[in-house]
Nanobody, 119 residues
Framework: VQLQAFGGGLVQTGGSLRLSCAASGRIRRIYDMRWFRQAPGKQRELVATITDSFTTTYADSVKGRFIISRDNARNTVYLQMNTLKPEDTAVYYC??????????????WGQGTQVTVSS
């Protein structure tokens, strides 16, 4: 099982970006899917979570600006980021709690994707 993230880049303040993260492999079920971020010199921060029943939660710093969603048919989670600020600059990581076909359930992580917001 692998997670692969897409969609980072450079954007101006006030702009938007959409991140995607697709899970592949022999998957029985995907539970919670999450986005984290880590800015230089800071700890990794949980940005948003979406459960398998589509309940969403957000960090206070992104509420009203970011939207997490998922497409279970594609095993994909998205993060729509609007009204971006320079403080949103970070490496963004996706994570999912997955039950593979032939292994125990556990968290999987994608590679990071850089988001840079210029002022």
């Amino acid at each position: 099982v692998q997670l692969q993230a897409f969609g980072g880049g450079l954007v101006q303040t006030g702009g938007s970006l959409r991140l995607s993260c697709a899970a592949s492999g022999r998957i029985r079920r995907i539970y919670d899917m999450r986005w984290f971020r880590q800015a230089p010199g800071k700890q990794r921060e949980l940005v948003a979570t979406i459960t398998d029943s589509f309940t969403t939660t957000y960090a206070d710093s992104v509420k009203g600006r970011f939207i997490i969603s998922r497409d279970n048919a594609r095993n994909t989670v998205y993060l729509q980021m609007n009204t971006l600020k320079p403080e949103d600059t970070a490496v963004y990581y996706c994570s999912a709690y997955i039950w593979p076909q032939i292994e125990v359930r556990r968290d999987y992580w994608g590679q990071g994707t850089q988001v840079t917001v210029s002022s």
